[in-house]
């Protein structure tokens, strides 16, 4: 059972290039998300999709586009990197715990843009 | 919207001294509510949560978190903190649309 996988786990982009930030979940989790992690910010909500076909901005979704291919894949795509964009990017999805959502996060994607 | 703030950037505290990191949120309705703890260089790990029920909710590593809605707070506290609780923590809150505080970053004195 491999949870939620994230790739790259790392990589370096030039200011302009474009990526894209691929996550698959194997829970069955209706829910997935994409967080941003820079020191002294926490984690900040960048685009989440409560169920298959949907999605929705989060707090800081400007430069970013997401696709909601399937139940179990979220990408995360950055079309024109920017130094801004530097970030340890987190996917995450939720499940029932208890009667309660439950993130659980991929490990984590460390992006640098010069 | 909802919101998270966590007043205290960095705490330092003594191996076997207690611990209460503060957590005020803001929510519309009754929130679900979560403490995690990263490690440096990992990803998050859940330390325990609250949704309903008893306002005293325990967790893993001897964590404990309260729910008081009249403070719109979920502070955090370990009677006795060992080496290995040096982390950085972050409170959480929401259901579907989940929002982060920036984070406490706790040091441990030997």
């Known amino acids: 059972n491999a949870g939620v996988t994230q790739t790259p786990k790392f990589q370096v982009l030039k200011t302009g290039q474009s990526m894209t930030l691929q996550c698959a979940q194997d829970m069955n989790h209706n829910s997935m998300y994409w967080y941003r992690q820079d020191p002294g910010m926490g984690l900040r909500l960048i685009y989440y999709?409560?169920?298959?076909?949907?999605?929705d901005k989060g707090e800081v979704p400007n430069g970013y586009n997401v696709s909601r291919l399937n139940k179990r894949e979220f990408s995360l795509r950055l079309e024109s990197a920017a130094p801004s964009q530097t970030s340890v990017y987190f996917c995450?999805?939720?499940?029932?715990?208890?009667?309660?959502?439950?993130?659980?996060f991929g490990a984590g994607s460390r992006l640098t843009v010069l | 919207a909802q919101s998270v703030t966590q007043p205290d950037i960095h705490i330092t505290v003594s191996e076997g001294a207690s611990l209460e990191l503060r957590c005020n949120y803001s929510y519309g309705a009754t929130p679900y509510l979560f403490w995690y703890v990263q490690s440096p260089g990992q990803g998050l790990q859940l330390l325990l949560k609250y949704f309903s029920g008893d306002t005293l909710v325990q967790g893993i590593k001897g964590f404990e978190a309260e729910f008081k809605r009249s403070q719109s707070s979920f502070n955090l506290r370990k009677p006795s903190v060992h080496w290995s609780d040096a982390a950085e923590y972050f409170c959480?809150?929401?259901?579907?649309?989940?929002?982060f505080g920036a984070g406490t970053r706790l040091t441990v004195k030997p």
């Open positions: 999709s409560a169920s298959e076909g949907t999605t």
């Open positions: 959480a809150v929401g259901r579907n649309d989940m929002r």
């Open positions: 995450a999805s939720i499940g029932q715990a208890s009667g309660a959502n439950v993130l659980t």
